[in-house]
């Protein structure tokens, strides 16, 4: 059972649905009177009586609406694409994590490769995350088809396990405007992608364990958050 | 593939590995010749050439052993029984990150309830995540069939999701000798166990957005480790 439904448009004390979220209302057997809580995405939460609820829409009457405000910082969660069930762990968890950011990228060792074309599919997985946490802010998905040159301006750490640990760049975080966490794939950046990704990134490690790609894109997030106040 | 094995004894050079060790090693394909990890679980870890493969042991020669230093700290996870596969993803991923100890109690609200005759089950789970993650320290699994009074000299924070943020705690954190994160059934404590908790623990939230029960014991005990030095 979703926490919040995806509310298309508001007008006044009316909320409206669209089909595909008047479809989840009914597999998840929400009725007509119940109280349930809706986001648009955008940092609002409002409180709900659903009234109508049919095939092609849904109607909610408002009960209180929450406005969120956004910290003024970006947190990024920049992955390499991987096997399915890690990277959708990967958009799952980040969201749930609320990263504002998701990018997605082919490099050399990629074996799973992604293009544009995956964009819906990842974004309706980050979509059901949000609805499931409550996040009222939903993460943009991006898809690059090859390894991007990270922007010098960002704060970028690539996680790669060997050099000092992530928590020698707190105060960087906390001064950054942007923070990229990196994440390379299954089988390691090539030394030449390594050697181009230093120039605009700092390497770091999570401890001599070996973590698991969802459980250190998990730590190094929650990381950031605390770093910046966000947990 | 694991990344380490566990070594039952050492004698001299010499690496003599149990039945269930041998085991795997046939599943996972190595063959006397292929250079491994083992550990003993008590902080040594060995690089060795594997020499002897048979049906109920093993032997190494071994290369070098390198001996880690455990801190004077102990950081427990201690969570409600719940389904199995969520229960397994805690024991997982707190082997992953280090803790020292995973208890596992009963409440009021507990649907998949927990004895005794569970613990061997459990225990597998966290040796095959310490070799896979090459910990070399084995967390300490025990249950305990109705909820315990948490020793009230440890520092027990109890996630509930409501009270203030737990990186209010940092210098406690960094205080306490024992640290324990307390996870509760998915329905909740009753108002009754929370009232007897509270004499022991101490409240705290993980922010605004609803975590899975995973996602929340890998971001506190992600925070437990930045705020000691072990990540």
């Known amino acids: 059972m979703p926490n919040a439904f995806f509310v298309e448009r508001v007008e006044e004390k009316r909320l409206i649905f669209d089909e595909i979220e008047a479809h989840h209302m009914k597999v998840v057997r929400v009725k007509p009177g119940d109280e349930l809580v809706a986001t648009d995405g955008k940092g609002t939460l409002y409180e709900f009586v659903l009234q109508e609820l049919s095939k092609n829409y849904s109607v909610g009457r408002m009960l ?10 970006t947190v990024i969660v920049s992955v390499a694409s991987m096997k399915w069930l890690r990277l959708r762990l990967i ?6 994590l609320g990263a504002d950011r998701i990018e997605i990228f082919n490099c050399e060792r990629t074996v799973a490769r992604v293009d544009q074309r995956k964009v819906e599919k990842f974004r309706r997985i980050v979509k059901e995350a949000a609805k499931q946490s409550v996040n009222p802010f939903l993460p943009e998905v991006v898809i690059h088809e090859k390894l991007p040159r990270f922007n010098s301006d960002d704060l970028n ?13 707190q105060e960087k975080i906390r001064g950054s405007n942007v923070v990229r966490i990196i994440v390379g794939p299954e089988g390691g950046f090539t030394k030449e992608e390594i050697r181009e990704m230093q120039q605009d990134s700092i390497s770091v490690s999570l401890g001599s364990r070996i973590l698991r790609t969802e ?17």
């Open 64 to 73: 209180s609406k929450k406005v969120f405000h956004h910290d003024d910082r």
């Open 215 to 231: 459980t250190a894109v998990i730590a190094s997030l929650s990381f950031v958050n605390f770093s910046i106040g966000r947990m």
């Open 157 to 169: 750490i690539f996680l790669d396990f060997k050099k000092e640990s992530i928590s020698t760049l």
């Open 91 to 96: 958009l799952e968890k980040s969201t749930e």
